[in-house]
């Protein structure tokens, strides 16, 4: 219990604070919401979004999930891209694993820990997909640095493929999805080239960051 009086605590050293910084902050995050991304992440605890990137409350609109999936039965997921795109009027969207996820050594150990595999299934159909090019990759760590990555760049093309997303581009809106991954190690993103504003360019773009991926793991192997 101890612990937990200590995060009011926390809290109002911090509203003290950001008072003291900007005194009508709070009077101003009040009387609105406005956005510029969205952020698709994990809900890993290590991997805090408006932290990473130095932004405030309000600039960030945040979605998390386990292994940062976007799946097309997941109404809360969906519901959360419509909102962003067609109340907040936010123009990119931004996916963002990271690497050493629990999700993904759980989908490559194939291990049975209950209800969360039904979740990670989807993960599993990711690394099936490109299990001839994983079995090839001997290093552990490399293979699920590998699979985070491709894991990223499926949930990019989730995205894309979503009815909000395909809808605000037959409508000429600029939307554009990305693909980050972070680095808990090191503190540090990687965009991982994977940045799509059109229903035409999917597949090109997506493709090339899959490639790239692959080669990652050629060039640690030349090395």
Known sequence: MGNLKKMFQNNRAWSAEMTRQQGDFFSKLSSQQSPNYLWIGCSDSRVPANELVGLLPGEVFVHRNVANMVIHT????????????????????IVCGHYNCGGVHEALANSSQGL????????????????????????????????????IIEQVK??????????GWEM??????HGWIYNIG????????????????????TGRAIRQAYERTEKIHDS
């Open 186 to 205: 090191n503190g540090l993103l990687q965009d991982l080239d994977v940045s799509v504003s059109s229903a035409e360019s999917i597949k090109s773009i």
């Open 158 to 167: 989730n995205v894309c493929r979503t009815t909000t997303i395909e809808k």
């Open 116 to 151: 969360i595999n039904n979740w990670l299934r989807h993960l599993r159909d990711v690394q099936f997909a490109h299990d001839d090019f994983l079995e090839t990759v001997a290093d552990t760590e490399a293979r699920s640095d590998r699979l985070c990555e491709l894991n």
């Open 74 to 93: 997941d109404f809360n997921c969906l519901s959360v891209i419509q909102y962003a795109v067609e109340v907040l009027q936010i123009k990119d969207i």
């Open 172 to 177: 000429g809106k600029p939307l554009t999805v």
